[in-house]
């Protein structure tokens, strides 16, 4: 799967690049890791963490929008992990052409790099928001998820394959609600914002997703989209469990934020359940169900919908607050 090869990770200083860094050096055996970003501070940063595994890392300073930087990166590159992406909603509605750029330009920089490099294997990260968006970061990766999905189609006598790791909002990442709440009481405050009491969210951990990037490495043939089975929470249960005393006030909805997240929508018709997992497979002429169909799944029923809202598996306050103690915080 990873043992041995030489992998690559864009963005990879990021909250899922350091872990899934981590995870791969301390239970896997890679020949080499290579972190592919634009921060150098977050890169010696980086450096000073995995200092004792400084043999098998390596850092490239550079961005997504150079494709000849990515093609000197991409010498010798077994597995590419594309987690690189602007995705702060608002600046990405004032800042359109930045997003197109770096989520679309990029992808595309990385699809013709790999294919020309000799890369094996691509995992792309992606969003719920790229399901049905409302905002531009999430139209930019439903742009970009297309691309990697379609890539497989022109890879010509190559072997290169590409595939999609679609995730929500990771618990605890930087940016997200549990930071925040987690701030303004550690600040002294007695109330919780609300947007709309009516909120719902998938809980995912950045092990779920890292496991999932490790399944897809591992199993995919190309042009899959693989969705974790995950629990959902009531945003105004995650604010109980984490201040019970606090009174909870709503504010309104956001431009571009969703009342639910969807991962899978009714018109994804080819869409396959597994034991812990869904996978999304390409209505294309090119996909082969005989050749490319893992075994094992059943089909959904037409109207099939995978959204925050309507799932069947719940965490309760109890269960968020024992999440709470497990996950890692980014701040």
């Known amino acids: 799967m990873v043992d041995g090869r030489v992998i690559l ?10 872990k899934f860094t981590k995870i791969l050096l301390e239970q896997y055996n890679p020949q080499k890791i290579i972190i592919y970003s634009r921060d150098e501070y977050k890169q010696y940063l980086m450096q000073k963490e995995f200092e004792k595994f400084q043999k098998r890392l390596r850092f490239f300073i550079g961005d997504v929008r150079d494709k000849e930087r990515l093609y000197r990166a991409f010498e010798g590159v077994d597995i590419v992990v594309h987690a690189a992406a602007l995705k702060h909603v608002p600046l990405m509605e004032y ?18 790099a790999a294919i020309d490099k000799g890369v094996k294997k691509v995992i792309a990260l992606s969003t719920d928001k790229a399901v049905n968006p409302i905002n531009l970061y999430g139209a930019t990766k439903l742009v970009s998820d297309k691309l990697f999905i379609a890539a497989n189609s022109y890879v010509g006598k190559k072997d290169t394959c590409f595939c999609v790791v679609r995730y929500g909002n990771v618990a605890g990442s930087r940016g997200s609600v549990i930071p925040y709440f987690l701030n303004l009481v550690k600040n002294g405050s007695k109330s919780l914002p609300i947007t709309d009491f009516r909120m719902t969210r998938f809980w995912i951990t950045l092990k779920q997703g890292v496991d999932m990037v ?37 504010v309104g ?19 396959f359940e597994y034991d812990d997992h869904y996978i999304i497979y ?24 995978y959204s925050s809202d309507t799932n069947l598996c719940w965490l309760s306050i109890e269960d968020l607050k024992a999440q709470l103690k497990q996950i890692d915080v980014v701040y």
């Open 214 to 250: 490790l399944r897809a490495i591992d199993e995919a043939k190309g042009g899959e989209i693989y969705v974790s089975k995950i629990p959902s929470f009531k945003i105004v249960d995650l604010a109980k469990a984490i201040c019970p005393e606090c009174k909870l006030k709503e």
């Open 282 to 305: 390409p209505s294309m002429s090119w996909f082969s169900v005989a050749k490319r169909l893992k075994k094992g799944g059943k089909k959904v029923k037409e109207g099939f919908r």
């Open 253 to 271: 909805i956001r431009p571009g934020e969703k009342l639910h997240e969807v991962m899978i929508t009714e018109g994804d018709v080819n869409t």
């Open 9 to 18: 990770i864009t963005g990879g200083t990021g909250s899922f690049g350091r």
């Open 95 to 112: 800042n359109p052409i930045e997003a197109v750029k770096t989520n679309i330009g990029g992808a595309e920089n990385i699809i013709n």
